[in-house]
């Protein structure tokens, strides 16, 4: 199936209100990772192109309304900015598709899940609009705690999902009184346009949203740029670091969700059935390029052959190719140089003793950058494969002999992000999740709760999105001491 997008050559940033000619004349290439070809491009923001963004932000917040209004005032915009967004759903997705060759199924979901979000965040004005009195414990007096906006936030996204990880940041931001500057990857620049479009259709005020593009040179200024009070990220592990390390030096308030390497555990009594159905959705979603999935899967000896079995007839019936067929599970890698990475896996895996059951090679005749979708048995928690973040549609099975084992291999890692446990007995499989150092563990499937909070522990990240917790994560906080 072939969808045409015509050529998108951007010349403009969006600031203050308007789409405005960058001052750059450097240009970065757009491309479709299922052919290889170019077909967008967008500015290199120069650095007078970010002193405007984050002064448009600065103005906006210092001397504009949005702070001003009530956090009800601001749900009712956030909501009219979600029916914005499902409006630009076909285009979003398209876009979405073109730019990182994740399949239709899955961008098709992306602007009813943005959507989804800012309906949440808004839901929750009352816990900013209300007066938080705390009496002193020995009586005489009380103090009124304020939750105030925290100020202009550089919101800086990854590219696997350049939507949903964009609008996690924006709608708290927004509801509590921020104003923002987002810097989409490099590789994903043009879908994010539309979330942009929809604020500004919904009546947020001009200022309130600006969006910048280019390489991690920009995305290092605008960390570090002195009007910035708030920076949010995902992305990999190594940059989360330098960011960190740049905030920590600025006393710069960050959020950091990072990299995972989780572990889904099959207990002896799991329904193999049951984990086969959900097993790529919560082990290999988005063609493996998912922060949170888990990876690594551990089998009980006693049922090892029979889970590698299930695996295997699993990932190798889901088929791959055009990422714009609606029947496609599996499409390319993002962009040539991911490709390269989960290539390079791919050979360590081999020489350091892993059995491939199916898949293991980029995908023969391919003018794109496919690889193959690959499960790897055998393999021990001391290989590579099984120690670091690898990022595309590859599974490794380990074995266990018990569930102490079992819990050990798991926490057996610098990451913390996600996890599963598989068992027919729910109450023990909780008991099994209780013990995993991780920010977040399913039972029986993975999915995140935009009412709950989502955040990585150890090398995984700092702070946390969603619910009411990630919604604080854009305030700071006054006391004002009273004997009335």
């Known amino acids: 199936m072939t969808v045409a997008v015509p050529f998108t050559h951007v010349e403009d940033l969006f600031l203050g209100g308007s789409w405005i000619p960058s001052g750059s004349s450097e240009r970065l290439p757009v491309i479709d990772p299922?052919?290889?070809?170019?077909?967008?491009?967008?500015?290199?923001?120069?650095?007078?192109d970010l002193d405007a963004a984050v002064a448009s932000a600065r103005e906006a917040f210092d001397s504009g309304p949005w702070p001003r209004l009530t956090a009800a005032e601001r749900a009712d915009l956030l909501l009219r900015m979600a029916d914005e967004v499902?409006?630009?759903?076909?285009?979003i997705s398209v876009t979405n598709t073109r730019e990182n060759g994740s399949p239709v199924a899955e961008t098709s979901g992306a602007a009813a899940n943005a959507a989804g979000i800012?309906?949440?965040v808004a839901g929750l004005a009352g816990v900013l609009d209300g007066e938080d009195r705390r009496p002193f414990p020995g009586g005489r007096g009380a103090?009124?705690?304020r939750r105030d906006p925290i100020g202009v936030c550089a919101l800086i996204a990854p590219w696997n999902f350049p939507i949903n990880l964009v609008v996690t940041k924006l709608a708290p931001a927004l509801l509590a009184g921020c104003t923002v500057v987002i810097k989409p990857a490099e590789t994903t620049p043009l879908s994010i346009r539309y979330i942009v479009e929809a604020a500004a259709a919904a009546g947020i005020p001009a200022g309130v949203v600006n969006l910048i593009t280019g390489d991690g040179r920009v995305g290092d200024a605008l960390v570090r740029h002195p009007g910035i009070n708030k920076v949010a990220f995902t992305g990999s592990t190594g940059v989360g670091r330098r960011i960190a390390a740049a905030c920590g030096e600025l006393l710069r308030p960050v959020t950091l969700e990072l990299g995972g390497k989780s572990a889904a555990i099959v207990l002896e009594d799991a329904d193999?059935?049951?984990?086969s159905e959900v097993l790529i959705r919560s082990c290999m979603r988005n063609t493996g390029q998912t922060c949170y999935i888990s990876t690594r899967i551990l089998a009980p000896a006693a049922r090892?052959?029979?889970?590698?079995e299930a695996v295997t007839r699993t990932v190798r019936a889901a088929p791959q190719g055009d990422p714009f067929d609606p029947g496609t599970v599996f499409g390319p890698?993002?962009?040539k140089r991911q490709w390269e990475v989960v290539s390079g896996f791919l050979d360590s895996a081999r020489e350091e003793g892993a059995r491939v059951t199916t898949g293991g090679h980029a995908r023969p005749g391919s003018p794109g950058y496919?690889?193959?979708?690959?499960?790897?048995?055998?393999?021990?928690?001391?290989?590579r494969v099984a120690r670091e973040e690898i990022f595309g549609p590859v599974v490794t099975i380990l074995r266990y002999d018990d569930v102490d084992e079992a819990i050990d291999i798991a926490n057996s890692t610098h990451f913390g992000l996600g996890g599963i446990v598989f068992g027919r007995d729910t109450e023990r499989a909780q008991a099994v999740a209780e013990q995993m150092d991780t920010g977040s563990v399913g039972i029986n499937f993975f999915a995140s709760n935009h009412a709950a909070p989502f955040g990585g522990r150890h090398d995984s990240g700092l702070g946390v999105e969603y619910g009411v917790e990630g919604l604080m994560q854009y305030v700071t906080y006054k006391s004002i001491h009273r004997r009335d």
Not at 38 to 47: K, L, R
Not at 272 to 275: E, I, M
Not at 373 to 382: H, R
């Open 272 to 275: 193999l059935d049951a984990f």
């Open 370 to 383: 496919f690889i193959e979708p690959t499960v790897l048995a055998d393999v021990t928690p001391q290989m």
């Open 34 to 48: 299922a052919t290889g070809k170019e077909w967008g491009s967008i500015p290199q923001a120069c650095a007078a």
């Open 86 to 91: 499902e409006t630009r759903a076909e285009p």
């Open 304 to 308: 090892y052959d029979e889970v590698v």
């Open 143 to 145: 103090t009124v705690v």
């Open 333 to 335: 890698m993002a962009n």
């Open 118 to 120: 800012l309906r949440h």
